[in-house]
């Protein structure tokens, strides 16, 4: 899914969650948006950089009966149901959003695309503030509401602006099922709440680490943790550890109890090692290192 080709969409639909507003109101649609080409370099480059960020995070869905995974896979298996299932999904995203008005109101995007180098279609979400760029025009006639959004002037994203909340998501396999962008998550493992709702209450999926997370956390907190540890190291082991994690990401295979039977001798110090990288995310016994980030 990361690094696709050239994009296309093929169909678009735009939720507007207005959690400000007292009461809060979402302005759901009941029929798609308009694609033409300014919408659609706009989505695409926004799908480009989002799924090009070092943030971005592959995840599975956690709940088979999740409404979000649910209603997604309803999309694939028929794309009659486009519209429909993008409406709950925006209520899922507006149930954690009416809570608290500490959650940023908003638009909610949902897309289908497919790119020229990857087989199937995508489902795109984006949560994000199209005012600036946009102007929202509402619709209403006897088949329902239609929200359209009309450009004022140059609204193709800048390569400076960052992505807050958005994720692609693939048809069911056995492996990851979407590549996520949270860049207010703080950790991987934190509990529900105002910085990952979009993420546990939401979208109900745990996000996994790569082998390129798992490598760089591996070379970032051993370094992180022979420095702070300087006193009880002295500079010539401090040395000898942050030398040997840069090698150890160059071989096959690090498996770190190993790597700190070697290079920490104090037993209570090498215990020390091991939980702190254990707090920090970084769990496995074991890690393959991402020859590509190895060798930067």
Not at 137 to 163: C, F, H, M, T, Y
Request: hydrophobic share 40%; net charge neutral; charged share 25%.
């Amino acid at each position: 899914m990361k690094n696709p080709g050239e994009i296309k969409l093929h169909r678009l639909v735009i939720h507007i969650l207005d959690n400000a507003s007292v009461p809060a109101k979402a302005t759901l649609s009941d029929a798609e948006c308009p694609i033409d080409d300014t919408l659609n370099q706009f989505f695409a480059a926004h799908i480009q950089k989002a799924l090009g960020d070092e943030n971005a995070k592959i995840a599975k869905f956690s709940h088979v009966e999740g409404v979000s995974k649910i209603a997604c896979e309803e999309i694939f298996e028929r794309n009659g149901r486009f519209v429909t299932n993008s409406k709950k999904l925006a209520e899922a995203l507006f149930v954690p959003m009416r809570q608290t008005r500490a959650i940023s109101a908003g638009d909610m995007v949902v897309c289908l695309y497919t790119t020229d180098n990857y087989e199937g279609q995508f489902i795109g979400i984006f949560k994000m503030d199209l005012s600036k760029a946009f102007t929202h025009a509402i619709r209403r006639n006897r088949d329902g509401v239609r929200v359209e959004i009309k450009p004022q002037g140059n609204v193709l994203p800048s390569p400076r602006q960052r992505l807050q909340k958005c994720v692609f998501i693939r048809p069911p396999s056995d492996d990851y099922d979407m590549v996520i962008l949270d860049n207010q998550i703080i950790h991987l493992h934190d509990a529900a709440g105002v910085a990952n709702f979009f993420c546990r209450t939401f979208l109900e999926c745990e996000l996994w680490q790569s082998d390129r997370d798992k490598t760089k956390l591996f070379r970032a907190l051993t370094s992180k943790w022979a420095k702070t540890n300087y006193e009880q190291l002295e500079q010539q082991q401090v040395d000898l550890i942050t030398n040997a994690a840069r090698e150890a990401i160059r071989s096959d295979l690090v498996n770190i109890q190993q790597f700190a039977n070697v290079t920490i001798q104090d037993r209570g110090l090498r215990e020390e090692y091991l939980t702190f990288l254990r707090e920090n995310r970084l769990i496995d016994a074991e890690v393959t290192p991402d020859r590509a980030y190895a060798e930067q």
